[in-house]
């Protein structure tokens, strides 16, 4: 009798291989998840720095043209510019607007402090406490996604009208 040997893989020989190959994909799924979440993660981040930044340049560039200080308290910042419009920069909520329009959304902090030529700190509460700012410094806090950017920096001005 001539018996061919039939080549076949047995039950337990199947159910180890797809043991092993669950264990991959398992594993895997994980690294795809991981990288997926650090994206979104670095994303928010990068939203929430961008729109920090461009608010300081906007309050840096709108400051240049100031020629008259109106109101200068912890959240809010008004002043005349060269064209005789009055600006206001006012945390609202938590938005951070110019004339109420919206710059910045998601903050959780913005602060306005004040200071004069030699650095001392000021609380401008009449016009020439107002006149006497040289310095204007910011802190900026936005929260997207539960990632924060926090962004301190200084408006520097020598007199009315001119930026440092």
Known sequence: MNHKRQSA??????????AILSVIAVIGIGYIADTARLYSTVLAEESADSDALDTFRRMRNEVRSL????????????????GGVTNTFRLDGNLVTLNG???ARDVTAFA?????STNGVLTPTNDAGRQRIRRV???????RNGQPSDWNGNIFYASAGTLR
């Open 9 to 18: 893989s047995s039950l337990i020989e199947t159910i180890v291989v797809i």
């Open 67 to 82: 020629q008259m200080c109106t109101n200068a308290d912890s959240g809010t910042f008004s002043f005349v510019n060269v």
């Open 101 to 103: 329009y919206v710059m």
């Open 112 to 116: 306005l402090s004040y200071y004069n």
């Open 137 to 143: 410094g910011i802190r900026l806090t936005i929260n």
